[in-house]
């Protein structure tokens, strides 16, 4: 609109400019009026031609939801000095990162503007509320605009960068009153091997000495009186709690669905409910990602582990690692013998892999729970919603005689069934297994 507009100005000036030529060459009075046109606007393009003054400040309602909640953003324009037109873009769609752009919904308002500066100085006030889809940390200080002279005379395209950050927690259910059983239908055993701690003096058993064991617990007695000649050490009860360990799979297949509904997503919701539930029965939870991301939460309790498990949560993405495997959490996996809760999707060849690597081809390297999490009947939800309820889409266990044997594999469709319905259903497998 600014250049047709600069067109139209330079062709509206040409046109007197050509007829002041011609009156000063004919000396014709009538031709010289043109002639007070071209100064007049010549005139008015150099009198705004002065670098305007912009202002652009931007609040936030709130600066911690959940996913789902809605935040209202209000912006404030000012502008002095200039005459034109100015163009604004605020977050989301200021980044051009696809994270902001897929991470929220505009509900009502715009996030691109455009207003005519005239003569006089102006204020603006607009208003646009977004509703969160992803947990995250974001900044929304990013503001673009671009100022375009009425006549052409200046364009100017710049940002403006406030301190405005949202916080994005992802949503967990906290279970008050079970809705099945929490305890195990069978026995409970009395003593539990996933202890943390120093040893006690309450003997447990006496087992065959491992590499690592202390030399002082090697009960001599009994490896002498072995036909084969074994070591044997005592055993003793391990002071602390019970500890458990989440292992979330951060591989590409954990994107399958659409960007806020896809097993990664209903992992995190997963894991901070199962969290919130293991630190109330008294364990340690600790946290890592598979493939190692750097991004780890050492075993503890509290509600303030609860709190680094969270904020740990709020950086992982899909797609990113390194290394298969931590050499940190084999040795505290070694040293507490904790039980390993993963989430994963094996609807993925690689998910097998990942799989693997904390688990041998006999047996897994402490007692485990893969959690299978279905994601086709997230995406077809979403294709057929305009088609009435699709129901739920059964796994197809093709792929469960590829993984090791020691795993007890359990699967969750997020469609079908709950966050605190799965929860209830877990936390009698976890008592048991630990």
Known sequence: MVKEITKSYYLLLLLPTTLSVVAFMSTAKEALIPVLFAILMVGLAIYTNDEPRID??????????????????????????????????VPPASYAASRHRESFDIVSGRASHVIFKGFRDGEWAFRVRIKALRRGRFEFGLINYAYHHVFGMRVIEDRIKVSEELLVVPRYRIIRRSLGRIKPSTLTPRTTPTRVGPPSSDFLEVRNYLPGDPFKFINWKASARSPQGNLFINEYEREGLRAGIFLLDVGEWMRLGLPHENPLEYSVSLILSLSKMMLRYGYNVGLWTVPDTGIRVMPSSGQTQFQRIMNALLLVEAGRGGAMIDPAMIRVIMETRPILIMTSNLAAPGAINSIRSICSDRKCISRTILIDINHSSIALRERLRNYGDVGCIPRINEKRDLLPRGALVTTWDPACEGVGTVVVRLMPMIRWLS
């Not at 939801?65 to 604004?88: Q, T």
């Open 56 to 89: 652009i400040a931007l609040s936030l309602s709130r600066k911690r939801v959940f996913v789902g909640d809605e935040v209202e953003m209000i912006i404030n324009v000012r502008v002095k000095r200039g005459l034109g037109v100015i163009a604004i873009n």
